[in-house]
């Protein structure tokens, strides 16, 4: 079983930035592909950003590139979410996911092939 604890949300300015984390427990999270998807208010919840097993591999939803960077560090079971250049639209509620253990070096980005999901952080950016 693993668990995931996200951390780091909050109010912000437009043009801020925040730094999200997101601690997993269990053995098994060097071996899963972690990402973050997030879901505002009346809105379905997208996908924002993909690291693989290793973090050498990265994927981004087109409305945060450049702005976002995910990041893992296998150490301390622990992925990232830096955002850059708040929008007052990237106002939503944070998720962490992780897979099951896999063999692939790639990165996940549907939401229907994670199966651990963290409580969610809020992110709120003021215009």
């Known amino acids: 079983q693993v668990q995931l604890v996200e951390s780091g949300g909050g109010l912000v300015q437009a043009g801020g930035s925040l730094r999200l984390s997101c601690a997993a427990s269990?053995?098994?999270?060097?071996?899963?592909?972690m990402g973050w998807f997030r879901q505002a208010p009346g809105k379905e919840r997208e996908f924002v950003a993909a690291?693989?097993?290793?973090?050498?591999?990265?994927y981004y939803v087109d409305s945060v590139k450049g702005r976002f960077t995910i990041s893992r560090d296998n150490a301390k079971k622990t992925v990232y979410l830096q955002m850059n250049s708040l929008k007052p639209e990237d106002t939503a509620v944070y998720y962490c996911a992780a897979t099951n253990s896999i063999a692939s070096r790639g990165v996940v980005t549907t939401a229907n092939r994670y199966v651990y999901w963290g409580q969610g952080t809020q992110v709120t950016v003021s215009s």
């Open positions: 269990g053995r098994t999270f060097s071996s899963s592909a």
């Open positions: 690291i693989s097993r290793s973090g050498d591999s990265t």
